[in-house]
């Protein structure tokens, strides 16, 4: 949810956000504040959940985290972050295509880490945890070991494994399991298709992707536990986690918390946008005009022209999305993209039309048969897909789709088998 810059870079941000934002000095006095606190703390020894909100990137949409370690006795500072990755890395593309893609975690001086969130304008909240000093010590070794070179790397997944989960689980570690007990049978009502297309919805691009790629997986309920995947989740649920200390009794896991940097552009969207109205209104508006060109295309040879470059392009879109979205799910590790229902109305049987449409179009005798054959069931797919709505087992959220492609599917091949049907 990060990217790795070059370290002088990030440093520097820092140091010039303190000249060019707004509240520059608030800011700094907060930083200072927060770790010279640290010096009269008679533990010496304290353990922050930083939370990062949303940024301008795609990959900083969903926020970000770290564990702050604060070791006086040892002089010892650092932020532990463990969504690092970079597009200079050997096989990058590949690995994103085929979801095996490589992520790492690092600790970093904090003061220049944080300020480079700051310099970007993204929020920054800090939470201290309570916990012992023997679950302390146990947290600062363990992330000093996993930032070994030989144990820093592992297997990204966006959702399952990523920097929220790995800094959830390294915490839930050194308490044997508490978080996980206690938010594993709580459902909030959320899926991570929820989640995901609201924090995505001020890009329509990037919304439009995530509805298309995601297959049905992403649309079962989840729990507290697996909702932790956001950075802006785990600080939340956090809240409602409680300790035992050394009486027994039980006190909560946060201590306290505080806004070191309150972004002034970026906050997290509180709910995905309802598109489907609207998608049904441009649907229904393609389909009228595909049918107006099917119509005009016996009136003369440039409205013939148009009805078959439009009806090409409608199913070249089609079955190369639908081709996309089959090898997600056949080829690749990309597993919530897999029992995609959007088949039904990308059908890779549309790829067979780019050749057949112009040819049937212009009357090439073999390809009429085959073309309306093919246009047929591309619609009989549409409307397949459509009817099994009710069924209880098809719940993917895909209500826009459903509405935009459906209209089009029917229109274009009702053109191609009425226009195939009238003498020249």
Known sequence: MTHERERSVRVLAGLLSLVVLSTPADVAAQLGDSLSSQDTDSSQFSVYLVTVGPGELVWEKFGHN???????????NRAYNYGLFSFQQEGFVTRFLQGRMEYWMRGFDTDPHLQGYVSDNRSVWVQELNLSAQQKVELRDFL????RPENRFYRYHYYYDNCSTRIRDAIDRVLGGVIQDQTEGVFPGSTLRYHSLRLVSDNPWTYLGLLLGLGQPVDDPISAWDEMFLPLKLRE??????????AGS?????LSERVLYESTEFVENAAPPEWTLYSLGVGLVLAFAAFLLAHGATEGRRIRMAFAFATTAW?????AIGLGLAGLWLFTDHDTSYRNENLFWFDPVAIFLIVLTPLLIFRVPWATRLGRLAAVFVAGASLLGFALQVVPGMYQVNGPLVALITPPNLAFAAG?????SVEN
């Open 315 to 319: 199913y070249a879109m089609i079955g």
């Open 66 to 76: 770290a564990i702050w370690i604060s070791d006086n006795s040892r002089g010892f």
């Open 250 to 254: 039980e006190q909560p896991l946060v």
């Open 416 to 420: 191609l088998l009425w226009y195939s």
């Open 237 to 246: 649920h956090l809240r409602d986690v409680v300790v035992l200390d050394g």
């Open 144 to 147: 000093e070991w996993n930032e």
